[in-house]
């Protein structure tokens, strides 16, 4: 399989994740993390949910990838995600040492590969990150446009687990 194949397939299943999150009112953001072609973790915003500020889809993977190779340093590992890491998470894939970073779309408010700041390869830092961007975009920002749409027209008491919109 080709890397533009291979990209597509892994980003669908990131985007699986994405719609989970939707289901349950998250933020639709999706991860997987593949390891010699094969996915090892997969995960989606729970932040809500659980009332956890970490709970991102690339940390909630990271941690299930760690705990299965056995190791926080996934060298060999790709993150297949359907947003740009936000700081956090840019972070702790560099301090992991993700190999490889394919991303949906941008993040124009926190996006720390490319859009806000540059966290993944930032030359003051020890490790950089190859970085992919724009594989299912469109579906992508489809499905965050589809949720933030139905969160505005949420009435405010129906609204509180997500807080203010103001």
Do not use: W
Not at 3 to 25: H, V
Not at 148 to 162: A, G, I, V
């Amino acid at each position: 399989m080709k890397n533009g194949e291979r990209d597509k397939f892994f980003m669908k299943k990131a985007l699986d994740e994405a719609k989970k999150a939707f289901k349950k009112n998250e933020v639709p953001v999706g991860t997987v993390i593949v390891y010699k072609n094969k996915i090892i973790a997969r995960a989606h915003n729970l932040n809500i949910t659980t009332n956890d500020p970490t709970a991102h889809a690339e940390i909630l993977a990271l941690r299930k990838a760690s705990k299965i190779l056995k190791n926080y340093r996934l060298l060999d590992c790709e993150l297949y995600t359907t947003l740009e890491p936000c700081p956090m998470c840019a972070g702790a894939m560099v301090y992991a040492r993700i190999k490889r970073l394919v991303y949906a779309t941008e993040d124009p408010k926190s996006g720390c590969c490319k859009s806000v700041l540059n966290i993944v390869n930032n030359k003051k830092l020890n490790h950089r990150i190859e970085v992919v961007y724009g594989v299912y975009k469109k579906e992508s920002e489809k499905l965050l446009k589809k949720f933030f749409e139905k969160l505005r027209k949420c009435p405010r008491t129906q609204n509180s687990k997500h807080g203010t919109i103001d």
